[in-house]
């Protein structure tokens, strides 16, 4: 049981990129999220995801576009990268609305 | 509008000491959950513990405490008899049950490090 993995872990991108960060759950959870962290900023969310097929935006969602093909999946994709994109992304899932979010291992992306 | 503060940005204290962590939240629901995250130097998000809005009991875990006042609005979090393996940043949370439609979005503090030395 792996809970949430995210790939890949680390990378580095130039301005103008583009690159998709896979997330995984082996929970069977319904709910999915993909979260930045920026030093004293805490988590914010970009969008979720409330079941396969489903996505939403979240607090910062602009850059980003997701897709949620399956459900154990949830895609983050930047089509064009922007240094403002560099960050800590973590993704993670939970059961249902009201229950604990399980979070990935984060994958540090830098934007050169 | 929800909101949470951690008026703590670091605290450092030295081993086998108390230490309060102080959360305060904002909201107009009445329905609502909160919640405590560890992100240790390794960089995972670790999931502590989830309080609902009905229930003030305070709860022990362990060397861990947590205090919920709704009429202060804080939820606050003690560790007693700190450990170096205690060092982290600490995030309290915030998830409003929204009965419009809105899903369950967790609200983050901006984290308290809490450095403990040996």
């Known amino acids: 049981n792996a809970g949430v993995t995210q790939t890949p872990k680390f990378r580095v991108l130039k301005t103008g990129q583009s690159m998709t960060l896979l997330c995984a759950q082996d929970?069977?959870?319904?709910?999915m999220y993909w979260y930045r962290q920026d030093p004293g900023m805490g988590l914010r969310l970009i969008h979720y995801?409330?079941?396969?097929?489903?996505?939403a935006k979240g607090e910062v969602p602009d850059g980003y576009n997701v897709s949620r093909l399956k459900k154990q999946n949830f895609l983050l994709g930047l089509e064009s990268a922007a240094p403002s994109q560099t960050s800590v992304y973590f993704c993670?899932?939970?059961?249902?609305?009201?229950?604990?979010?399980?979070f990935g291992p984060g994958t540090r992306l830098t934007v050169t | 509008a929800q909101k949470v503060t951690q008026a703590q940005t670091e605290i450092s204290v030295v081993e086998k000491e108390d230490v309060t962590l102080d959360c305060v939240y904002e909201?107009?629901?009445?329905?609502?959950?909160l919640f405590w995250y560890k992100q240790p130097p390794s960089g995972e998000l670790v999931f502590l513990i989830r309080?609902?809005?009905?229930?003030?009991q305070n709860e022990i875990s362990g060397r861990y405490s947590w205090n919920f006042q709704k009429s202060t609005s804080s939820f606050n979090f003690t560790i007693t008899a700190s450990q170096v393996v205690d060092s982290a940043v600490y995030f309290c949370?915030?998830?409003?049950?929204?009965?419009?439609?809105?899903?369950?979005?967790?609200?983050f503090g901006t984290g308290t490090l809490l450095a403990v030395q040996p």
């Open positions: 949370a915030l998830s409003v049950v929204n009965y419009g439609g809105a899903t369950n979005k967790l609200i």
């Open positions: 909201t107009r629901d009445t329905t609502y959950y």
């Open positions: 309080r609902n809005s009905f229930d003030e």
């Open positions: 993670a899932s939970s059961w249902a609305r009201t229950y604990e979010q399980y």
């Open positions: 929970m069977n959870h319904e709910y």
């Open positions: 995801s409330v079941g396969e097929g489903t996505t």
